[in-house]
């Protein structure tokens, strides 16, 4: 025995976001970016060239990495040598990245 469903949708009933929604969205996005953009300016000044948000969060993944790889956790060597492989990923990156 066959089961065959017809699934109709009204063109009315598709999800639209208001104006006043969008801009709620917006600004929340704005507010959550503003400390990123903080540090890109940060490292930007210590760097002393410009960096792009690509380039901050190439250099937010790999200082995550360093703390994961130095740092002494209660894990098995197999763990401590996946953290020191994306450690070295990471830096490789970030120096293609900001040459």
Same mark, same amino acid.
């Given at each position: *025995?066959? #089961?065959?469903?017809? *699934?109709?949708? #009204? ?7 208001? $104006?006043? *929604? ?18 890109? #300016? ?36 197999? !763990? ?6 994306? !450690? ?8 293609? $990245? !900001?040459?």
């Amino acid at each position: *025995m066959e #089961k065959d469903f017809a *699934m109709w949708a #009204k063109p009315e009933a598709r999800f639209i976001v208001s $104006s006043s *929604m969008a801009n709620s969205l917006r600004n929340v996005w704005e507010t959550l970016r503003t400390p990123f953009e903080w540090l890109r #300016k940060y490292y930007g000044r210590v760097l002393e060239r410009e960096v792009s948000m690509r380039q901050t969060w190439q250099l937010i993944h790999a200082q995550v990495a360093f703390v994961c790889a130095v740092f002494p956790v209660d894990g098995s060597l197999l !763990l401590r040598l996946a953290c020191f492989v994306w !450690l070295f990923y990471t830096l490789r990156v970030c120096r293609q $990245s !900001l040459r």
